[in-house]
């Protein structure tokens, strides 16, 4: 079946720091990819949508220069938490639509932010 | 705009009783409705989904959900909880095949022995 793969699973960084979350679609080609975050006990945020080869659609109140996404190839999508603030700690997960209507999802990353 | 919302953040129910998961949705057009497990710090498990056809969908693990138009519904259910069970449960709604996937609140759902 489709797989995403989403790295790291884990990350700790310095405040002001930039972290990056790469997300991979290891036997199809995902042409869009959905961004998200998660609080927790919360639900998912949709953040941002990243389409190959184009700019993302943000979400409203998602700050773009925060959260900057590229999608350079079909089979990789990025998100980088740019100077990172505590605020930012959250679990993000990315999702991409696969070939059965359906959606297929990373295993999240929990980004900690210190 | 679609829109999910789950009654009830926290569901407890006993092992072996019925699991009843509510999930009502808002679209504009023939939604695709979709239900995912989610363990503690991991992804989002699918476990069924209704796009077209059938209105009673059949997942993994021994849960159903059946689709109401008239309700706007898509409630998931589980004949006899296993202590496994317990977990988080999003409802989640899409407009299209490839459009967002739109999540509700989430369930908690709490398995006594």
């Known amino acids: 079946g489709a797989v995403v793969s989403q790295h790291p699973s884990r990350v700790i960084c310095k405040s002001g720091t930039s972290v990056k979350i790469e997300c991979r679609s290891l036997?199809?080609?995902?042409?869009?990819m959905f961004w998200y975050r998660q609080f927790p006990k919360k639900s998912l945020m949709l953040m941002a949508t990243?389409?190959?080869?184009?700019?993302?659609?943000?979400e409203q109140g998602v700050e773009k220069d925060k959260f900057l996404i590229n999608h350079a190839s079909l089979t990789l999508s990025t998100l980088t938490v740019t100077s990172a603030h505590p605020e930012d700690s959250s679990f993000y997960i990315c999702?991409?639509?696969?070939?059965?209507?359906?959606?297929?999802f990373g295993s999240g990353t929990r980004l900690t932010v210190v | 705009a679609q829109s999910v919302t789950q009654l009830g953040s926290h569901v407890s129910v006993s092992e072996g009783a019925l699991v009843l998961l509510r999930c009502n949705y808002s679209?504009?057009?023939?939604?695709?409705l979709f239900w995912y497990v989610q363990y503690p710090n991991q992804g989002l498990q699918l476990l069924l989904k209704?796009?077209?056809?059938?209105?009673l969908v059949k997942g993994i693990n021994g849960f159903e959900a059946e689709f109401k138009k008239s309700e706007t519904s898509f409630h998931l259910t589980k004949p006899s909880a296993h202590m496994s069970d317990a977990a988080e449960y999003f409802c989640a709604v899409s407009d299209a095949p490839t459009g967002k996937l739109i999540f509700g609140q989430g369930t908690t759902l709490q398995v006594k022995p």
């Open positions: 999702s991409a639509p696969d070939r059965n209507y359906g959606y297929t």
């Open positions: 679209s504009s057009v023939p939604p695709y």
């Open positions: 209704y796009t077209t056809g059938a209105t």
């Open positions: 036997d199809f080609q995902a042409t869009t």
């Open positions: 990243s389409n190959e080869g184009s700019k993302a659609t943000y």
